[in-house]
């Protein structure tokens, strides 16, 4: 299971779903975990963002500039 911002969500609203089918309360070490899955997922899903951003902006830079302007304009 690779690391990245769903697999951390599935997993914490799974442990978050398990622990209301079973009633029992959050113990201290349950909520830590809860809390590093959540803080873990949105570091990584900001990381990604971040870098699909740069990749678009670098892809942005490359294109021609009537491309930029006008997309019906085919490329020269």
């Known amino acids: 299971m ?4 769903r697999n951390l969500a599935i997993l914490a609203l ?4 398990f622990s209301l089918i079973t009633r029992k ?4 070490w349950y909520q ?7 803080v873990i997922g949105a570091i ?3 990381f990604n963002s971040w870098r699909l951003w740069r990749v678009y902006k670098t ?3 490359q ?4 491309a930029m302007e ?3 304009v085919p490329l020269r």
């Open 44 to 46: 990584t899903a900001a």
């Open 70 to 72: 006008d997309p019906t």
């Open 2 to 5: 690779p690391l990245s911002p």
């Open 25 to 28: 309360h959050a113990a201290e």
């Open 59 to 61: 892809q942005q830079t």
């Open 14 to 17: 799974g442990l978050s779903i």
């Open 32 to 38: 830590i975990v809860l809390l590093i899955c959540f």
């Open 63 to 66: 294109l021609p500039y009537h």
